[in-house]
Nanobody, 118 residues
Framework: QVQLVESGGGLVQAGGSLRLSCAAS????????MGWFRQAPGKEREFVAA????????YYADSVKGRFTISGDVAKNMVYLRMSTLKASDTAVYYC???????????WGQGTQVTVSS
């Protein structure tokens, strides 16, 4: 099992920045990919960004490309999501997820709320 705990959410004005953190524990050696997803009220959960265990590969949704940056610290089992130039449409609950097999996410955090005021 892998446990994931997100932190760093909050209220920010449009155009501002925020950094989310995800702390992983447990059988982290089995994880190949870490990702961030989000779910806005009344909408389905959507992919935001992902990073390979080595940190050599990153992936982004088109909607956040150029504004969000995913990074990781393997030694500390931490993954971060730096969000800049935030928009009201970025308001959602953000979830950290871990996959043993790429894109097949087995483990999820409890989520952290990000609210962007316009």
């Amino acid at each position: 099992q892998v446990q994931l705990v997100e932190s760093g959410g909050g209220l920010v004005q449009a155009g501002g920045s925020l950094r989310l953190s995800c702390a992983a524990s447990g059988r982290t050696f089995s994880v190949s990919t870490m990702g961030w997803f989000r779910q806005a009220p009344g909408k389905e959960r959507e992919f935001v960004a992902a990073i390979s265990r080595s940190g050599g590969s990153t992936y982004y949704a088109d909607s956040v490309k150029g504004r969000f940056t995913i990074s990781g610290d393997v030694a500390k089992n931490m993954v971060y999501l730096r969000m800049s130039t935030l928009k009201a449409s970025d308001t959602a609950v953000y979830y950290c997820a871990a996959a043993r097999i790429t894109t097949h996410y087995d483990y999820w955090g409890q989520g952290t709320q990000v609210t962007v005021s316009s």
